[in-house]
C-alpha cells in the first residue's frame, strides 16, 4: 500500500527503531537509574499564564519532510544560546534521525548546555515520534522534561499509558492533534496541554487559523501551544487569539528571532507599478488580478519583478483555472480570495497562505464559515460592493470568534472602527489609499503610522 501521509511513513520506520532500541539497552537499567524531572513544564506555563505572556518553544531541528535541510551546519549548543539570550522558554529538539535528522545525542548536548547556564530553568522538550515506553524513559534519561505525544499516530489506551508514564517521571506531555476528530480522540483524557498544528501532514498545506477554530472546541481548562507555520508578526497575532504559548521551528533556526510587538495591520490594495509593490510601507500589498476591478495590475510589470513576501495576490470573480494559472506564473507567498467565488476542495487544498474574503450583506450567516476556518490563515470581512470605498453596511458579531482584517470604505479618518470587534487585527484599504484614482504612498506613510500607534495604546481585548 502506498504511504501519501509522512506519519504513516514516519511511524512504520519508527517500529523498526525501537526494536533496535530494544537491542541497544536495557528497559530494566532505565527505569532502575531514572531521575524525576526537577523541572514542571506545566507550573512553567501556568506562570507565564498568569502574567499574561506567551509561553515559547523554540525549536532545534536541522531538516525536516516539507523543508528539507534547514540549517545543516549549526551546532547545537550555539542555536540553543541564541534561544536562550532570546528568552524562550523552552527548546524542542528533535531525536528523529531519518525524518529531521537529530538524535538523543542532541538532546543530551541540548540539556547539559542548558543545565550549565546559570539561573536557567528552561524546559527541554523532546520533539520525538513516541509510540513505546522506551522511548519515554530515553527521553528522560538524555534530559527532557516533556514529551510530544501524537494523537494521530496513537491509539487511546497507548496514547494514555504513554502520557501516565511520563508524568509519573515528572515529565510534562504535549499532546498533538492536527485535525477536531483527533481532539475528540483524546478528549476524555483530559490533557494539560494540548498543541494544535496547523500543518496538514496529508499534502503539507499549512493554516494559521486551523488553531483558532480547534480551540472553540478545547477546554479553558487546558493551555493551548500553536505549533507551525508561524513566520511573522502576522502569523502569530493570528495563532496567538486563543494560544498560550507557541512551538516554532523553521522560522528560529533560519533568523533566530521573531517580533511578537506588533498588534494590529495594514493592508494596502490595488497597487499596480513596480515602486508601488515594492516600495511600501504597508504590512500586506494587495496585487489585484479581478476582471471586474478598475485596479487590475497590468501583468507586464510583473514580468521581471521579484515579487515581495508581503505581496497578495487578489482575486474577485476570477475562475479557479485563472487563479491556477496566475499562480504558476508568479511566486506569491499570499492569496486574497473571496468566500463566493471558489469551492470548498479549492481552499482546502490551496499551499498559499489564504485569506478568505466576505462580502458582509443582509442577514449573512456567518456559521456558514465554520468549514472554512482550519483551511484559511485569516479572513477579511468586505463590503457588500469590494472596491467601491463604501462601507459595510450589515452587522459584524462582536463576538466573531476569528482573527480579521476589516475592510470597504477604510481610511485615515476611521480606522478605529477596528476598535468595535474583539478579533480584529487591522485593515485592509484600497480607495482609502487613493487620492484622484492613483496610488498615493504618503497616504499608505501616514496610515502605516498611525495604525503603528493604535497597537501601540493596545486598543485591542485581552483572549
Given at each position: 500500500m502506498e504511504m501519501n501521509n509522512?506519519?504513516?511513513?514516519?511511524?512504520?520506520?519508527?517500529?523498526v527503531e525501537v526494536s533496535a532500541l530494544y537491542e541497544k539497552y536495557s528497559l530494566d537499567e532505565l527505569k532502575k537509574n531514572v531521575v524525576s524531572s526537577p523541572i514542571s513544564f506545566y507550573e512553567k506555563l501556568a506562570q507565564k499564564k498568569a502574567l499574561n505572556q506567551p509561553f515559547l518553544i523554540s525549536e532545534f531541528k536541522r531538516k525536516s519532510p516539507s523543508e528539507g535541510w534547514i540549517n545543516e551546519e549549526v551546532s547545537i549548543e550555539s542555536q540553543i544560546q541564541k534561544?536562550?539570550?532570546?528568552g524562550t522558554d523552552a527548546v524542542s529538539v528533535l531525536t528523529d534521525n531519518q525524518f529531521f535528522g537529530g538524535s538523543y545525542e542532541d538532546l543530551n548536548k541540548a540539556a547539559s548546555w542548558i543545565e550549565n547556564v546559570q539561573n536557567c530553568e528552561i524546559c527541554v522538550l523532546?520533539?520525538?515520534?513516541?509510540?513505546?515506553?522506551?522511548?519515554?524513559?530515553?527521553?528522560?534519561?538524555?534530559?527532557?522534561?516533556?514529551?510530544?505525544?501524537?494523537?494521530?499516530?496513537?491509539?487511546?489506551?497507548?496514547?494514555?499509558?504513554?502520557?501516565?508514564?511520563?508524568?509519573?517521571?515528572?515529565?510534562g506531555v504535549l499532546a498533538e492533534v492536527h485535525n477536531l476528530?483527533?481532539?475528540?480522540?483524546?478528549?476524555?483524557?483530559?490533557?494539560?496541554?494540548?498543541?494544535?498544528?496547523?500543518?496538514n501532514l496529508d499534502n503539507f498545506?499549512?493554516?494559521i487559523n486551523n488553531c483558532n477554530f480547534l480551540a472553540q472546541y478545547i477546554s479553558k481548562d487546558s493551555f493551548l501551544i500553536a505549533e507551525s507555520g508561524m513566520h511573522n508578526s502576522i502569523d502569530l497575532k493570528v495563532a496567538g487569539t486563543y494560544s498560550d504559548g507557541f512551538l516554532i521551528g523553521t522560522s528560529l533556526m533560519r533568523n533566530s528571532k521573531l517580533d511578537f510587538s506588533q498588534e494590529c495591520f495594514f493592508k494596502a490594495c490595488g497597487m499596480r507599478s513596480s515602486e508601488e509593490i515594492s516600495n511600501n510601507r504597508a504590512d500586506l500589498v494587495g496585487v489585484n488580478f479581478s476582471p471586474k476591478s478598475k485596479r487590475k495590475v497590468n501583468e507586464k510589470i510583473l514580468a521581471d519583478l521579484e515579487i515581495p513576501q508581503n505581496a497578495v495576490a487578489l482575486f474577485y470573480k476570477n475562475s479557479e483555472s485563472d487563479?491556477?494559472?496566475?499562480?504558476?506564473?508568479?511566486?506569491?507567498?499570499?492569496?486574497?480570495?473571496?468566500?463566493?467565488?471558489?469551492?470548498?476542495?479549492?481552499?482546502?487544498?490551496?499551499?498559499?497562505k489564504i485569506m478568505l474574503a466576505v462580502k458582509v450583506k443582509g442577514n449573512f450567516d456567518f456559521n456558514e464559515l465554520e468549514q472554512y476556518a482550519p483551511f484559511v490563515d485569516f479572513f477579511i470581512l468586505d463590503?457588500?460592493?469590494?472596491?467601491?470605498?463604501?462601507?459595510?453596511?450589515?452587522?459584524?458579531?462582536?463576538?466573531f470568534p476569528y482573527p480579521f482584517l476589516l475592510a470597504g470604505g477604510m481610511n485615515l479618518e476611521n480606522l478605529n472602527r477596528i476598535e468595535k470587534y474583539k478579533n480584529c487585527i487591522g485593515v485592509d484599504i484600497a480607495s482609502g489609499v487613493e487620492t484622484a484614482a492613483k496610488v498615493d504612498l504618503d497616504k499608505i506613510k501616514n496610515i502605516k503610522s498611525k495604525i503603528e500607534k493604535i497597537g501601540k495604546v493596545e486598543l485591542f481585548f485581552e483572549k
Open positions: 509522512i506519519l504513516e511513513k514516519i511511524k512504520a520506520a519508527k517500529e534561544y536562550i539570550d532570546f523532546n520533539k520525538e515520534f513516541i509510540i513505546d515506553e522506551i522511548q519515554v524513559y530515553l527521553a528522560r534519561k538524555n534530559g527532557a522534561n516533556l514529551i510530544l505525544l501524537i494523537a494521530e499516530i496513537l491509539d487511546v489506551e497507548s496514547f494514555e499509558n504513554l502520557k501516565n508514564l511520563a508524568e509519573s517521571l515528572g515529565m476528530p483527533e481532539f475528540k480522540k483524546i478528549e476524555a483524557l483530559n490533557c494539560k496541554v494540548i498543541g494544535v498544528n496547523n500543518r498545506k499549512t493554516a487563479i491556477d494559472e496566475i499562480l504558476s506564473n508568479y511566486h506569491f507567498k499570499y492569496i486574497q480570495v473571496y468566500f463566493e467565488d471558489v469551492s470548498f476542495e479549492f481552499i482546502k487544498n490551496c499551499k498559499h463590503s457588500a460592493e469590494p472596491g467601491s470605498g463604501k462601507s459595510i453596511q450589515s452587522e459584524i458579531p462582536f463576538e
